[in-house]
């Protein structure tokens, strides 16, 4: 690694250089109105570090931490309730209760880092090492024990890259892909959009906007979000509650600390059926990306409403209507989101157990623990 570069790891977003988001411009989630959520509204179980690149005195990279105290979860989900998931549920406990993330653990997508000039792979193989390493000897002299240290989310490109050099030791894994939906530069609007769609995909547009009449979608203030946190968040901690696995669960505070810090950035549209408030989605504008967030419904609605389905329309619409380049929907219901149009891009990360013998079983036991997702890729667009 050049002699000249060196990191500076920061808990506060006061003590963060004034040029921070000069460097992470391309990126949202990168930037201090993001960082200031996560210092102010994180999960109970997360602890969130803020990492500054330099070149000499020059600040020219930035990158987050995460760790997690999983001992501190109720629940990591109770959607499965197999064997399986019940011993992985207790390896969790007892051989990884303490995780060290670098990047970000709530988020699908390269979000880890952000540098303002080119870097080789290998300097950033080895800063995101040392930055590590750093972070453990942290909560050592804090006498708690980093368990797995996991490095989150690689593209392709990236990943091979890093394999190259000090990341060669570690394990590699990928888990379900990240969805994202490349918009057409001819879609000006909605039925643009439903008009290149298949006969089968219409039809599937149509039926879903039928089961939706009686629902009214409306944009939220943050005055309006803060009136609705309680119902917003048991909304949300539904769908989290039921979701097959979670190493952390939002605070209740968090989306109106998102919409404080993020202002129009960030979008909660609220539907509400009969004057009651069933369901939300979330967005945040990331330049000529748009990133889906997170979500609630009512799941005595749901089905009857299709408000997942008709949800992820009005997130497409949105993206068309204001010119977007692409949709970020994440990991999980790859099916459905395949069926709107999205694309599975697979996503890379590293781990190792601090532990040399646990860490030697870490590919068996993740392959035991995470098996593959079985789903079928939808194609809805007429053949050109």
């Not at 894994?173 to 879609?187: A, G, K």
């Not at 989101?337 to 646990?358: C, D, E, R, V, W």
Request: some cysteine; glycine content about 4%; charged content about 20%.
């Amino acid at each position: 690694m050049s002699s000249k570069l060196h990191f500076t790891i920061f808990t506060k977003t006061t003590e963060l250089p004034s040029n921070w988001d000069e460097v992470a411009h391309d990126n949202a989630f990168l930037q201090t109105p993001y960082l200031s959520v996560l210092e102010q509204s994180a999960p109970t179980n997360m602890e969130c570090f803020f990492i500054g690149i330099f070149e000499g005195e020059e600040l020219i990279g930035v990158s987050l931490a995460q760790y997690l105290n999983v001992d501190k979860l109720i629940s990591f989900g109770e959607r499965l309730h197999c064997m399986k998931t019940r011993v992985r549920n207790f390896a969790f406990r007892q051989f990884a209760s303490h995780v060290l993330i670098i990047g970000n653990n709530m988020i699908t997508g390269q979000n880890g880092y952000a540098f303002s000039k080119s870097i080789n792979f290998n300097d950033i193989s080895i800063l995101l090492r040392a930055m590590a390493d750093e972070i453990i000897q942290y909560f050592k002299k804090k006498c708690i024990r980093i368990h797995l240290v996991s490095f989150k989310d690689f593209y392709e490109e990236c990943a091979t890259e890093l394999k190259q050099h000090q990341f060669k030791s570690l394990f590699g894994f990928t888990v379900q892909p990240n969805m994202i939906f490349l918009l057409r530069s001819e879609w000006k609007s909605m039925a643009d959009y439903v008009e290149s769609l298949s006969k089968k995909y219409r039809d599937q547009y149509k039926r879903s906007h039928k089961k939706y009449e009686g629902i009214e979608c409306l944009e939220l203030t943050w005055e309006q979000i803060q009136q609705n946190e309680s119902r917003l968040y048991e909304l949300y901690y539904h769908v989290a509650l039921n979701a097959s696995f979670n190493t952390f669960f939002l605070a209740p505070n968090h989306f109106s600390t998102f919409k404080k810090q993020c202002g129009d950035r960030f979008k909660l549209f609220g539907y509400y059926f009969e004057g009651k408030l069933v369901g939300f989605h979330t967005l945040l504008l990331n330049g000529k990306t748009l990133e889906t967030y997170f979500l609630g419904y009512d799941a005595s609605l749901q089905k009857e409403k299709m408000l997942y389905l008709n949800m992820l329309y009005n997130m497409t619409e949105f993206g068309i209507t204001h010119q977007f380049e692409r949709i970020i929907y994440g990991r999980t219901a790859m099916e459905i989101k395949s069926s709107i149009g999205a694309s599975p891009i697979p996503m890379h990360g590293f781990m190792y157990h601090t532990q040399p013998l646990i860490n030697r079983c870490v590919p068996q036991l993740f392959k035991n623990l995470e098996p593959p997702v079985a789903w079928e890729q939808r194609h809805p667009f007429k053949e050109v």
